[in-house]
């Protein structure tokens, strides 16, 4: 039987650079070889947006139209919304009973976020709960593979530990998922940051027009040490040539460009230059695809309500098997 992939996000908006090379990528790739399930987390985005719901229709067309533009082929993947899928909240709901408060206080990526979000009021519930509900998101889909960026790798093993302890507790009805990373850890920040994150405002957004990825670029953070271009430079830790490693694809050009670097032959100009003609080239195709896809927003949802009705299907067919090994499955009506 064919093996399955769980993945997604949270449409809080368009995604970037940072979500095509943590997950997109692999996804686009992966596609032909497995059952792929792209889950748009719209629940878990309400911890971010519950005082303006209203925004999460839009954010979710966004986000499945950055999905098209990548390459994912409607036909091979299913795109689907995570609150019509209601057997997704009954399974956190059981999840909870499985995970204690210490664990979710001790979770790096969620303390990461918090710290990021600045809650002022106090953390939402919803919030701490994040890790269980995402469990609930990958095994309800028997999920064998989950492509992910590496600051997300400890919401899976809070996903292995809920399923082992499912698994022992009633019957081996749920399967442990493996994360999968992309092609590097992380990509750094614009603003030279150790990640690209929409609240810290360094990213570069797949649908960005030439302009404005221009601007970004030639803003980028390059090595503080080197007051004028004739001083010899760093390249390592520097995101002008970790973003050239990545999108380049003249690795000629790339290796002479280092070399000059370090020599103190090339100035900041010329390399960001350059990159943002790699870049520019890179993301065309995405934006054409992008635009086609928008200038048709029924055909955009035809697909999410088709992938979402699919999606269903094995969503209510594993809880059916999950209430069965709790012995939920009353027979009272």
Known sequence: MIKRILTGDRPTGPLHLGHYVGSLQNRVRLQDEYDTYVLIADVQALTDNFEHPEKLEANILEVALDYLAVGLNPEKVKIVVQSMVPELTELTIYFMNLVTVATLERNPTVKEEIKQRNFVKGVPVGFWS?????????????????????????????????????????????????????????????????????????????????????KRVMSMFTDPTRIHPTDPGHVEGNPVFTYHDVFNPDKAEVDELKERYRKGTVGDVEVKQKLFAALDAFLTPIRDRRAEFAAKPERVREIIREGTRKGRVVAQSTMDEVRTAMKLNYKLA
Request: net charge neutral; with cysteine; hydrophobic share 40%.
């Open 130 to 214: 994040y890790p269980i509900s995402q469990a609930a998101d990958i095994t309800i889909f028997k999920a064998e593979l989950v492509p992910v960026g590496e600051d997300q790798l400890p919401m899976i093993e809070q996903a292995r530990e809920i399923v082992r302890r499912f698994n022992s507790l009633y019957a081996k009805v749920l399967v442990e998922p493996r994360a999968m990373l992309g092609q590097m850890a992380r990509l750094p920040g614009t603003d030279g940051g150790a990640k690209m994150s929409k609240s810290l405002g360094n990213c570069i957004y797949l649908g960005d027009p030439p302009e404005a990825v221009r």
